[in-house]
């Protein structure tokens, strides 16, 4: 009957094990799927949770790889919206909502914050990575401005004066981690000493960096870059005019990305916890949607 087919498929209470096993075999004898987008059109909510992500980012790649992987164990399926330069977050977000999807996960977003909030009174919307004022959002991020602090604090322990923060632009993450780099440099005295170059979170970013520290007559022993992408961008352009890393500048990242634990690369950097991130986020979806929360 169509009534067992649809427990059966929908993993619904009822049928036996036996009649789950002969349903599934002839299913896949006949080589039948669910249509999806059918099933969605009377489904009373959708299982879909949007992610919107920088596909640019390997941060974000593992942050996605582990929603992935939290989702499915609350029964959840992720739609994947990829920021790219044609296709920006605004476009991204309406897509993801055009798909059915019934909560949001954005990844480090730059949309104002009235945007989001205005966001999440058409489905539930976590933040990863950024701190925001909207009660309504729920955020997920570390203590970027302590992470960077730690950083300089390192660096200040192995003897360096001269250190260099290579910023990750004018947004919200960005300014958190320049000001963390700001309050640890005073707070070792070096307040005459701090130097901040302004890029972003690309490669090209630390490589433009690289060629400006190298035009410099009295150069920094040690740069903190806002990212690990920015960082190897950096190292590589070092390398190749033949600056000794690290005896001639250490340099430090942010991130713990995957590229960052190459052996060839070896990056100083602070780890985000991507897993933990991605629990936190799903776990605040699945709150929303199947447990009512309201605050």
Known sequence: SKALFSLVFRNAPGPSAETRKRVLAAADELGYRVNRAAALMTARRSHLIGVMANIRSTFHAELVEDIVAEADRYGYEVVLGAVTPTHAEPAVVETLLSFRCAALILLGPE??????????????????????????????????????????????????????????????????????????????????????????????????????????????????????QSAIGLLDQLLRAGIDVPGDIAVAGYDDSTLARLAHIDLTTVSQEPRQQAECAVRAVVERLDENRQD
């Open 111 to 228: 949309l104002a914050d009235d945007t989001m909030a205005e966001l999440a009174r058409r489905a539930p919307v976590v933040v990863i990575g950024r701190r925001m004022s909207a009660s309504t959002v729920d955020v997920v991020r570390t203590a970027d401005g302590r992470g960077i602090g730690q950083v300089v604090d390192h660096l200040v322990e192995l003897g360096h004066r001269r250190i260099c923060h290579l910023s990750g632009g004018a947004g919200t993450i960005h300014a958190d981690r320049k000001a963390g780099y700001v309050r640890a440099m005073k707070r070792h005295g070096l307040s005459d000493g701090i130097d901040i170059i302004n890029g972003d979170f690309t490669e090209r970013s630390g490589m433009l960096a690289a060629q400006e520290l190298l035009r410099r007559r009295r150069r920094p022993t040690a740069v903190c870059a806002a990212n690990d």
